[in-house]
């Protein structure tokens, strides 16, 4: 399978486009700063430097040409509000108008575990663009016309993969997850059909990541 993986060089991305190559997708890791083109390609793939945050929606689709599928597992890491919904919402969904012009159905979205106005935060706290703009890149890929999957993981660790998920966490809870087992999730989800048209929680559990995925 012909991938492309947006935010390439963030930790999950390097980790997932490794175990992809490793077992023979072609892998394409768009990533802003050509500094990181090293680090992508020691795991296989290969880098792309683009800069989504001001790309247009033409540009991303001649980036994905030839593309099965694409990764959004990019943000713009904290900072000011302003460049949060520009990279967080803007252009996550330019991406989803990109994978549409390119002919690139499936589309897997790294989102998080309350990625919902449910639980959606005052507008004073600092966390609420953040969480704003997910939720509004999150609906925005489930009125798309692309195969998509939303995965949703609890708090980000660097915890070693174990292979398992609990796929029913408590939104109340920190729920740790690691990246290393979200990292398997997005593989997971690249191979299994009934995850399409899915938003899929979880944070690290004891059931096997593939059948969490099938289970849905």
């Not at 993986?5 to 980790?15: D, E, F, N, V």
């Not at 792309?48 to 540009?59: R, Y």
């Not at 999150?138 to 174990?162: F, Q």
């Not at 109340?172 to 990292?183: C, L, V």
């Amino acid at each position: 399978m012909k991938i492309t993986i947006i935010g390439g060089h963030g930790k999950i991305a390097l980790l997932a486009s490794a175990q992809l190559a490793q077992r023979g997708d072609t892998v394409t890791s768009i990533i802003r700063n050509p500094d990181h083109v090293e680090d992508v390609s020691a795991t296989g793939a290969t880098a792309l430097v683009l800069d989504v945050e001001s790309a247009t929606a033409a540009e991303m689709a001649d980036a994905f040409a030839g593309s099965e599928a694409i990764i959004w597992s990019a943000g713009a890491g904290g900072g000011s509000p302003d460049r949060t919904y520009a990279v967080d919402r803007d252009a996550a969904i330019r991406a989803m108008n990109a994978a549409e012009l390119a002919g690139a159905k499936r589309f897997i979205m790294v989102s998080f575990l309350t990625a919902s106005t449910e639980y959606l935060v005052p507008l004073d706290d600092p966390f609420y663009p953040y969480m704003a703009a997910k939720i509004a890149a999150d609906e925005h890929l489930r009125g798309s016309g692309l195969d998509y999957t939303i995965l949703g993981p609890g708090v980000l660790t660097l915890e070693e993969a174990t292979g398992t998920l609990n796929p029913t966490p408590d939104p109340a809870a920190k729920n740790p997850t690691s990246r290393a087992n979200t990292a398997l999730a997005i593989v997971a989800a690249l191979d299994e059909p009934s995850s399409i048209g899915k938003t899929i929680n979880f944070a690290d559990g004891d059931t096997p990541v593939a059948q969490v995925l099938a289970a849905q």
